[in-house]
């Protein structure tokens, strides 16, 4: 399994934006497409989105779509999520995450990533 940390969480006001880092160590991160997923209180980890192992195929859940963007650099073994434009229902604990290793494109469903980062806490204030 891949060793993932996330950071870059914070309290931020709506309309401000945030740039989450997730760094991978322990096996060969382009070997992994990666996502972004995030969990607020009472409410199920959800997806948010995810990147192929080579960055050329994208996804997004429809909440964030033209406000969020995910980007890797293979070489530093780091995932990025840029936010823009955030709202207060962004609040929630985000975690990067590994997809399992026969994965190409990355999937939506938790379960089909195999290894998880700690999370980091975004806050977004009206």
């Known amino acids: 399994q891949v060793q993932l940390v996330e950071s870059g969480g914070g309290l931020v006001q709506a309309g401000g934006s945030l740039r989450l880092s997730c760094t991978a160590s322990?096996?060969?991160?382009?070997?992994?497409?990666m996502g972004w997923f995030r969990q607020a209180p009472g409410k199920e980890r959800g997806f948010v989105a995810t990147i192929a192992r080579s960055d050329l195929v994208t996804k997004y859940a429809d909440s964030v779509k033209g406000r969020f963007t995910i980007s890797r650099d293979n070489a530093k073994n780091t995932v990025f999520l840029q936010m823009n434009s955030l709202k207060p229902e962004d609040t929630a604990v985000y975690y990067c995450?590994?997809?399992?290793?026969?994965?190409?494109?990355?999937?939506?469903?938790?379960?089909?990533?195999?290894?998880w980062g700690q999370g980091t806490q975004v806050t977004v204030s009206s």
């Open positions: 995450a590994a997809a399992d290793a026969t994965y190409f494109t990355g999937p939506l469903y938790p379960n089909e990533y195999a290894s």
């Open positions: 322990g096996r060969t991160f382009s070997d992994y497409a």
